[in-house]
Nanobody, 121 residues
């Protein structure tokens, strides 16, 4: 019923930039919040940045000042602009959304399939 499709990952040198995109599609009535998570090999999945429907954002301390989350409400798309990338940012990045479907009164959590970001020289 709902798909979250991520794009924009890849290989970048330290200090470089990447922009991730995540487009939500399906029988979407509203999206309460969208977020980006990441998971490095051997680590637990961690929250990177969140963006509420009201426009409030919150970033993990490890990415503050470097990453920016934004959203195109008309396109149901969330972005993650990543600047000054470091090797420790290497991970699979996942899109997350809290979505209310048409005909439903409740939010449900959805995940994208993940996109690999590798920061290496």
């Amino acid at each position: 019923q709902v798909q979250l499709v991520e794009s924009g990952g890849g290989l970048v040198q330290p200090g470089g930039s990447l922009r991730l995109s995540c487009a939500a599609s399906g029988s979407i009535f509203s999206i309460a919040a969208m977020a980006w998570y990441r998971q490095a090999p051997g680590n637990q999945r961690e929250l990177v940045a969140t963006l509420t429907s009201g426009g409030s954002t919150n970033n993990a301390d490890s990415v503050k000042g470097r990453f920016t989350i934004s959203r195109d409400y008309a396109k149901n798309t969330v972005y993650l602009q990543m600047n000054s990338l470091k090797p420790e940012d290497t991970a699979v990045y996942y899109c997350n959304a809290q979505i209310v479907l048409y005909g439903s009164r409740y939010e449900k959590e959805y995940w994208g399939q993940g996109t690999q970001v590798t920061v290496s020289s």
